[in-house]
């Protein structure tokens, strides 16, 4: 691990790889600092922002240092979630499928047959970036000229990653398939997915999706 | 029932400290955009420094308060009148029932702030009522009954004079040294330039046009970023991400404005001169206690 300054708001952490930065953010979510005020991560990197009126730069820097990191009980801590997808209602599934080289069926056995981990969540709230994806379905490009709106729900995939939009946004991502679950509820505060978790994707059909339509994620405690 | 929107202005919402805890749910902190000027007008109608009060952005909303209310706009020296005339920044009023509340345009600096005494009601969410939206034609913001003693902030006071150029103090940002020519400090041609911010600056971040600084060679992954995060363009342009800024961003990173300068940040309007100054992340520390306590002291005195 590497400690370095954002700037006067937080120390940032340079992890060795994901998983070294996902047990961090677990670990300082777990058992926070007195003058930590908020933890993020994304992909390797985890910043740790502290309250300036409580602590300088150094203090905060060399408490990190000191800290142990190896609690082996925190690294287990991350939840699984089952995405029900229907892949029948991804729009560019035939254009990634000929853009890999595999079928359909092909194509929707590998995307729900990867566990994913939760590397970072941003874009818009509770956007959850999954990754990574198995060689056969990496790198898809971004589309040419991205939509003007992609429907809450829709999920997309690129490069190596995949993921949920959360929110209708515009966007460049291939959709592959579609969830009817809400993933996060900014109104309600409720956002059950957080980076170190895993994510896999359940196909269902449209009949399902129709039944399912905006009911929110079960939570799932980790076994 | 309280204020009654009759116009909406330019961005117009409802603020308070914002969601400092929640940005790895992908949530912007949000809130006050220019924190000092928000808590002194709170301080002045006797609030509580984290009350909620309603941001204006520019060109302000028209409001009919539907009954008595004490209030001050506290920030760029906005034109604010009544039916009964114009008012001052920095100075509280009371609105009689009926009586319609104009906030103009401002000839300098970009946000102040309404300040009622009880501040304004709002819904938590993630453990901030600051909206998530703009306020619109027909709504109702509201907020209880007062009325106050006549106070005003010393006139002259340094929150009430802006500017239209704009020096930012910054330390390095995390790919400082990847951009070319960055060998020991920043690439000549951020650290001697005159910026000017262009009409493509919201709350989500203030948009820079000036020469292209030539941005490292390498993809960097996503990584967390923050207010007063400077980052960089392919096109070699610079942004400085603002309160609403995205949490997480990709492209590389050449300074952060220290957080003593954020409010500042919030005051720079379309067409405004911005120059960077690299200073120690000891100076960084010790400017953010001196405002804080200057603040505080502010607070105090005005609310005593």
């Known amino acids: 691990m590497e400690f370095l300054p954002l700037g006067d708001q937080a120390v940032m952490i340079a992890c060795r790889d994901e998983q070294e930065a996902s047990a961090a953010a677990l670990s300082l979510r777990h058992d926070p600092f007195a003058w930590q005020i908020d933890v993020v991560q994304a992909y390797l990197r985890v910043a740790v922002f502290y309250d300036l009126r409580r602590i300088r730069f150094q203090q ?113 991502w291939s959709i592959i398939g579609r969830t009817p679950l809400l993933l996060c509820d900014l109104a309600e505060s409720w956002f ?32 | 029932m309280s204020f009654a929107v009759l116009a909406a202005g330019v961005e117009s919402r409802l603020v308070d400290a914002g969601r400092t805890s929640t940005r790895g749910f992908g949530v912007p902190i949000g809130g006050a955009a220019d924190r000092r000027s928000w808590r002194l007008g709170n301080a002045l109608v006797g609030n509580a420094s984290d009350a909620l009060a309603l941001e204006v952005a520019l060109a302000g909303p028209t409001l009919r308060a539907e009954h008595a209310m004490h209030a001050v706009v506290f920030g760029a020296p906005f034109v604010v009148s009544t039916d009964r005339g114009s008012l001052v920044v920095g100075k509280t009023f009371d609105l009689e029932p009926g009586e319609t509340l104009r906030i103009g345009g401002t000839p300098a600096g970009v946000r102040a702030y309404l300040c009622v005494h009880g501040g304004f009601e709002g819904r938590e969410i993630l453990g901030s009522r600051s909206a998530l939206q703009p306020i619109h034609v027909g709504e109702t913001l509201a907020c209880a009954e007062s009325r106050g003693r006549i106070r005003s902030a010393p006139l002259d006071h340094p929150s009430l004079r802006l500017l239209d150029s704009w020096t930012l103090r910054v330390l390095p940002g995390l790919q400082r040294r990847q951009f070319p020519g960055a060998a020991r400090d920043f690439p000549p041609l951020f650290a001697a330039s005159v910026f000017r911010a262009t009409n493509a600056s919201n709350r989500m971040g203030v948009r820079l046009e000036g020469p292209p600084i030539a941005i490292p060679p390498d993809e960097i ?64 520390e010790a400017a953010f206690r001196s405002r804080e306590a200057e603040t505080r002291e502010w607070e105090t005195r005005w609310s005593a």
């Open chain 1, 60 to 172: 905060a820097i060399d408490a990190l240092r000191e800290r142990n990191w190896t609690n082996e009980n925190v690294r287990a801590a991350g939840r699984i979630h089952v995405v029900p997808c229907c892949y029948e209602m991804g729009l560019d599934l035939e254009r990634i499928a000929q853009h890999v080289g595999l079928d359909r069926d092909a194509v929707i056995a590998t995307h729900c047959g990867t566990v994913y981990a939760v590397y970072a969540i941003g874009f818009c709230p509770g956007f959850p970036y999954l990754g990574y994806l198995p060689d056969p379905l990496a790198n898809v490009p971004r589309l040419a000229s991205p939509r003007l709106r992609v429907e809450a729900g829709s999920v997309g995939l690129t490069g190596r990653q995949t993921g949920v939009y959360t929110e209708a946004r515009p966007g460049g």
């Open chain 1, 192 to 223: 059950p997915i957080r980076t170190g978790d895993r994510v896999k994707f359940e196909r269902i059909d449209e009949s399902d999706f129709a039944m399912l339509k905006g009911e929110r994620l079960p939570i799932r405690h980790p076994s």
């Open chain 2, 221 to 284: 992954s996503s990584e967390p970023v923050c207010p007063g995060t400077i980052q960089t363009t392919r096109d070699g342009q610079c942004i400085v991400l603002g309160i609403d800024g995205q949490t997480i961003g990709g492209y590389p990173k050449l300074a952060q404005v220290i957080q003593a300068d954020l409010d500042a940040l919030a005051q720079i309007r379309p067409g405004d001169e911005v120059r960077f100054v690299s200073c120690s992340i000891q100076e960084a």
